[in-house]
């Protein structure tokens, strides 16, 4: 759903005000901005279309998705670490302050907000004629999905949240549901849109990349899974059986021209809009840049635990494209179609030093331009030489062959979509499912489709993982979370969820997760504005 949209600037209904939260991406061609009516504002098809455009807006921000999601779901996990300004998450000390927390949440209840406002104004252009059934039923199912979503990523992320489900009725002042409500909630929304949304065929080109009935049905799943109902998880899950399917490569799962492909159930658009150097919009999004290396970008701030890399079997193809380091080469085929490691002018530049100790840094062992991460001898670590960092990086993040970040033309922000939800982490939790309710043997066969495409045709028989022969189902599917999805937006989720995440990084790591964090804090600005709020315990 790469948006082609005029400019919004208020949507307004009686009490209802939805205020755009970025500009490029815009929704709504409307002829009077100033004084906006229901007449005025959706007396026509494509007004009902922007108004649902609008909600998917939410996720088009990296501070929502990079350092709140993407942070939680591998920082928490230890399998990645920050060196940025945000190193707390190293100790698990996030401060209740942290923006990227705030903007997560506003941005989350604005979009919860305008899908509470959608519901009724669909409801009535339905009435009303100007949507005819099928496009109004479709729009409903992605709105359900929308305020789904956002609440599951809600309660996955801060636990027990405030409930709006009603237009006009925000006053600010809801106490916290728990996280069971919440998810009871998700699984209502998720239920409501399966049965509205159509199947990804079934969508016209123009509109790839919305909602659809698997990725309802694949956060339904998830959802009941949080509930501990693995048996009507499983429904939702066989349900896509034969509707998506494993790409034949791992490393074309996060390829840049690979996006909106067989797997994916779910991904947030991301267009080029405007300058990709600083002063971008939230349109085109920095996520990859800032996580490559700062021998290659001036950024660098994030890397992986160098255990990560060594964790995966031999012979596991997956190792090479999530994390990479010392003396790798880049595998995607994008970035080699442009030159490699090599080609980028930091490296270019580097090599032509002459400095020593810069050229060394961008030699390879063969005395030639480094068209590697670093050498297993220099590996990159930044140009403070720390000990701490790794010299290893998220592989799947480095994708976009035109990125260069703060060098060259300094094209530091990119255009690639961020996946959500794909069909191989669908089928990991589905082998929980079935680890859970006794099907041992169901649970090792679908755990083999994912573990065959891993090691390019046909797994090992034997398990391993970190060194270590594993042979119960479940601790199979844990390992698989991590050594599938890491460097995502899943990986501690789903530990998470299952139940095991502090067990699991102190097994894993001999790391702590000190009691209560778990979660995230509830911002501080919001327990200011909201007296019935609290904050979670052990912060």
């Known amino acids: 759903m790469k948006f082609n949209k005029k400019y919004i600037y208020v949507l307004s209904v009686g009490l209802t005000v939805l205020l755009p939260l970025s500009c490029k991406k815009n929704f709504l061609d409307q002829t009077d901005s100033q004084h906006p009516t229901a007449s005025t ?181 998830a959802a009941q899974m949080w509930l501990k109902k693995y048996a009507d998880a499983l429904t939702s899950y066989n349900q896509l ?44 999004a920095w996520i990859s840049t800032f996580g490559m290396p700062e021998e290659v970008t001036n950024f660098g701030y994030d890397y992986a635990n160098a255990a990560l890399a060594s964790s995966f079997q031999d012979g596991d193809l997956r190792r090479v494209a999530t994390v990479i380091g010392p003396g790798d080469e880049n595998p995607s085929p994008g970035i080699k179609a442009r030159g490699g490691i090599k080609s980028y002018p930091l490296v270019i530049s580097g090599f032509a030093s002459t400095d020593p100790a810069v050229k060394a840094k961008y030699t390879g062992d063969d005395g030639k331009i480094i068209n590697t991460c670093g050498t297993k001898t220099r590996p990159w670590v930044g140009s403070d030489n720390s000990q701490l960092r790794t010299g290893y990086y998220n592989e799947k993040f480095w994708r976009d062959p035109t990125l260069v970040g703060n060098s060259g033309d300094q094209t530091i922000f990119g255009a690639q979509n961020q996946v959500l939800l794909r069909f191989g982490e669908v089928l990991l939790s589905k082998a929980e499912c079935q680890a859970r309710t006794g099907d041992a043997a169901g649970a090792l066969a679908t755990l083999k489709q994912v573990r065959d495409r891993a090691f390019g045709g046909s797994a090992p028989l034997t398990f391993i993982s970190d060194g270590k022969v594993v042979t119960d189902p479940l601790q199979m599917v844990y390992s698989e979370y991590r050594h599938e999805l890491s460097g995502e937006y899943s990986t501690f989720y789903d530990l998470r969820r299952a139940g095991v995440a502090t067990d699991f990084v102190k097994s894993v790591y001999g790391v702590t997760i000190p009691a209560g964090r778990e979660l995230y804090p509830i911002p501080q600005f919001e327990i200011g504005l909201n007296p019935n709020l609290t904050q979670n315990p052990g912060y």
């Open 41 to 221: 504002l959706f007396n026509k098809p494509g007004d009902g279309v922007a108004l649902v455009n609008a909600i998917y807006d939410t996720y088009q921000n990296a501070d929502l998705l990079k350092k709140s999601l993407w942070y939680y779901a591998n920082f928490q996990s230890h399998d990645f670490f920050n060196w940025g300004n945000d190193r707390f998450y190293n100790t698990y000390a996030i401060p209740s302050t942290f923006g990227a927390i705030e903007v997560f949440w506003t941005r989350a209840y604005v979009g919860i907000a305008r899908a509470n406002s959608a519901l009724p104004i669909i409801a009535k252009m339905k009435a009303n004629g100007v949507l005819t059934a099928a496009l109004a039923d479709r729009l409903t199912g992605e709105v359900y999905f929308l305020r789904g979503m956002t609440y599951y990523y809600l309660a996955a992320s801060f636990g027990g949240v405030p409930l709006e489900l009603k237009d006009g009725t925000n006053l600010g002042l809801t106490p916290r549901s728990t996280q069971d409500q919440v998810f009871t909630q998700v699984v209502s929304d998720l239920t409501a849109a399966s049965g509205l949304l159509p199947w990804k065929e079934a969508l016209a080109d123009a509109d790839k990349g919305r909602a659809t009935k698997g990725a309802a049905l694949g956060y339904l799943g």
């Open 241 to 284: 059986t034969g509707k998506y399917t494993l790409l034949p490569n791992f490393i074309d799962v996060n390829e840049y021209d690979k996006q909106n492909n067989d797997e994916s159930l779910f991904e947030v658009q991301f267009d080029v809009a405007g300058t990709q150097s600083w002063g971008a919009s939230n349109e085109v």
